[in-house]
């Protein structure tokens, strides 16, 4: 697997999916934002460790 966004990139759209209120859950974002999942589990070893490195920017 290839990642085709920047770790930045990655925690900077979890950051405004969450300041805009967007469900946040594994599940729902595997649906909506399926890229975004996959690019996050690139760099991090969970969705959850990605979630928790973004809440600490």
């Known amino acids: 697997m290839e990642a085709n ?7 900077e759209q979890i950051s405004q999916m969450k300041s805009s209120g967007q469900p946040l859950n594994k599940k729902k974002v595997k649906q909506s934002h399926p890229e975004l999942m996959q ?3 690139f760099y991090f070893p969970s ?3 990605a979630l928790n ?3 600490n920017l």
């Open 5 to 11: 966004m920047g770790i930045d990139d990655v925690l």
């Open 47 to 49: 969705w959850e460790h």
């Open 53 to 55: 490195t973004a809440d």
């Open 39 to 41: 690019n996050a589990l």
